[in-house]
């Protein structure tokens, strides 16, 4: 792998260094567990190899592992992808279907008046699948993103910030993979949903295929398991656009700092300017 390509993405020399290092092999097929023992081959500190590691994890190459010793965990995808291509995404294969995209707008709008019916508190709402760092491992970049502020007269803290995440499946494309994919927001978001657009505008119909399809059975099955929302929208623009819901998501707990770097990296000044303004 090129260094110079690594650096252009932002990687600092010792960062580079464990990519490097990883590349050569050193990590054990399966779970790409790596061993804590990697600062001492490439003779680091230890509070180096920490600092080292922290871009790595911010772009989602690397995640640290369960337990002790500070072990850390490839993302095979995405590091397989920067070792094949230097750090840049690989492009999708051209898709004659419909987008999600075309539909963004659209949930956007509806995500907004789910905000205020259902959530305390004022929220900015934005598309966050075109927008933001692109380099930040799989499955780390909602469709949707919502932002906003919950205030307590008691409770401490008296202000808190909660994300909600929207990832958008078409009705045909959609699958268990899709739920796991919202699951994953989890790492930053307060709730995950996952919304189908559905191949017509029957709202009766829509229900029924949690009854008598497969594929859509699973879904179910998976979201009630995971705590992700799941619910609908129509095919088409129908008068008074609401989400057709078939499971509330449960609350996470994210880390902190993981809900920072998201907010930093992934919505616009606007949105970030919004959030900051209602926290103390």
């Not at 808190?160 to 990832?167: A, H, R």
């Not at 709730?191 to 029924?208: A, G, K, P, Q, T």
């Amino acid at each position: 792998m090129d260094k110079e390509k690594l650096k252009a993405m932002g990687l600092g020399d010792d960062a580079v260094e464990i990519v490097l290092y990883l590349e050569n092999g050193n990590f054990r097929d399966g779970n790409y567990s790596v061993s804590a023992k990697v600062y001492q081959d490439l003779n680091f500190d230890i509070d180096r190899y920490r600092a080292a590691r922290i871009p790595l994890i911010e772009r989602g190459f690397v995640t640290l592992s369960r337990g002790r010793g500070g072990r850390i965990c490839i993302d095979s995808e995405a590091f397989l992808n920067i070792s094949s291509e230097g750090g840049k995404a690989k492009k999708p294969a051209a898709d004659t279907k419909e987008p999600e995209a075309s539909y963004y707008d659209r949930i956007k709008k509806i995500a907004e008046s789910l905000c205020k019916d259902v959530y305390v508190g004022d929220y900015i709402v934005e598309v966050t699948a075109r927008q933001g760092e692109r380099d930040v491992g799989k499955w780390r970049r909602p469709d949707i993103t919502a932002g906003g502020v919950e205030a307590f007269k008691f409770a401490q803290p008296k202000r808190v910030l909660n994300i909600v995440s929207f990832e958008v499946k078409l009705f045909d494309r959609c699958s268990v993979d899709a739920v796991y994919e919202a699951l994953a927001h989890g790492r930053f978001s307060t709730v995950s949903y996952l919304v189908i657009v559905f191949n017509s505008n029957d709202e009766r119909e829509f229900y029924s295929v949690f009854d008598n399809n497969d594929r859509m059975i699973n879904v179910y099955d998976e979201c009630r398991k995971r705590g992700v929302g799941l619910c609908g929208v129509s095919k088409d623009e129908i008068e008074s656009p609401v989400f057709w819901y078939m499971l509330d998501p449960r609350e996470n707990a994210p880390d902190p700092y993981t809900v920072d770097d998201f907010v930093t990296r992934q919505l616009t000044e606007e949105a970030r300017k919004f959030i900051a303004d209602r926290l103390p």
